[in-house]
């Protein structure tokens, strides 16, 4: 091992911290991201024109935002947020600081995704539920998001597994992480073992995430 990895041995403090730094950063900016994209899809859902409580204007707007959000670059983002993310937080350099540009990155196309999994819950269950006098929290509650779950769930997972490469982005700007040790050390410096064992990280927990979201999947899919 010493052979094949001698500069990663030398660091073995500093790449669980920076594992630790990656996890820290994709939970919170997960949890946050579920919240807002959760909320922001399911209004999209029900404003949008034949929708539960339509409003052309609130849907216009929510929809333009998330179109415009997802189309900067994250890198881009990443600086263009910077003056919010220091009044936010007090500064743009460290792990906490990243979950700003982290979560308004990865909200919108979360958003989008529960918006496409809600719209494939059957309309005749959503009509029903309507011609039973339920009302419009109820059906949300009731139908979109319980018969949706399963669906939500799955687009979560691809959102988390997505969050996970912005995090190796942020470490571009000094946000700690695998990413940072990648590029501030292994790609820096030459030193490809850093590289390559930081990328295997990063692999384990797509995977990791993968595997427990598709289990999750199983479990609550009402198909």
């Given at each position: 091992?010493?052979?094949?990895?001698?500069?990663?041995?030398?660091?073995k403090?500093e790449?669980?911290?920076a594992?630790?730094e990656?996890?820290?950063?994709?939970?919170?900016?997960?949890?946050?991201?579920?919240?807002?994209?959760?909320?922001?899809?399911?209004?999209?859902?029900?404003?949008q024109?034949?929708g539960?409580?339509?409003d052309?204007?609130t849907?216009?707007?929510?929809?333009?935002?998330?179109?415009?959000?997802?189309?900067?670059?994250f890198?881009?983002?990443?600086?263009?947020?910077s003056?919010?993310?220091n009044?936010l937080?007090?500064?743009?350099?460290?792990?906490?600081a990243?979950?700003?540009?982290l979560i308004?990155g990865?909200f919108?196309?979360?958003?989008?995704q529960?918006q496409?999994?809600?719209?494939?819950?059957?309309?005749?269950?959503?009509?029903?539920a309507?011609s039973?006098?339920?009302?419009?929290?109820?059906i949300?509650?009731?139908?979109y998001?319980?018969?949706?779950?399963?669906?939500i769930?799955?687009?979560?997972?691809?959102?988390v597994?997505?969050?996970?490469?912005?995090?190796?982005m942020?470490?571009?700007?000094?946000?700690?992480?695998?990413?940072?040790?990648?590029?501030?050390?292994?790609?820096?410096?030459?030193?490809?073992?850093?590289t390559?064992?930081?990328?295997i990280?990063?692999l384990?927990?797509?995977?990791?995430?993968?595997?427990?979201?598709d289990?999750?999947?199983k479990?609550v899919?009402?198909?």
């Amino acid at each position: 091992m010493a052979a094949l990895i001698p500069n990663v041995l030398q660091m073995k403090a500093e790449f669980l911290q920076a594992t630790w730094e990656t996890i820290y950063m994709t939970f919170f900016s997960a949890l946050i991201s579920a919240v807002l994209g959760l909320l922001f899809g399911v209004l999209l859902v029900v404003t949008q024109p034949g929708g539960l409580l339509e409003d052309r204007l609130t849907y216009s707007v929510l929809d333009k935002v998330v179109n415009l959000l997802r189309s900067i670059p994250f890198i881009i983002l990443l600086a263009v947020i910077s003056p919010l993310t220091n009044f936010l937080i007090g500064t743009t350099v460290g792990t906490t600081a990243a979950l700003v540009p982290l979560i308004f990155g990865i909200f919108p196309f979360y958003a989008r995704q529960v918006q496409n999994a809600l719209l494939d819950v059957d309309r005749g269950v959503v009509e029903a539920a309507e011609s039973m006098g339920s009302s419009p929290m109820a059906i949300i509650f009731r139908v979109y998001l319980k018969e949706g779950l399963g669906d939500i769930v799955r687009v979560s997972i691809v959102t988390v597994i997505s969050l996970i490469g912005l995090t190796t982005m942020a470490g571009a700007i000094g946000s700690g992480g695998l990413g940072d040790i990648a590029i501030s050390i292994g790609y820096a410096r030459f030193e490809n073992d850093i590289t390559f064992v930081a990328m295997i990280i990063i692999l384990i927990m797509v995977f990791a995430v993968q595997i427990i979201g598709d289990w999750i999947a199983k479990k609550v899919d009402h198909h």
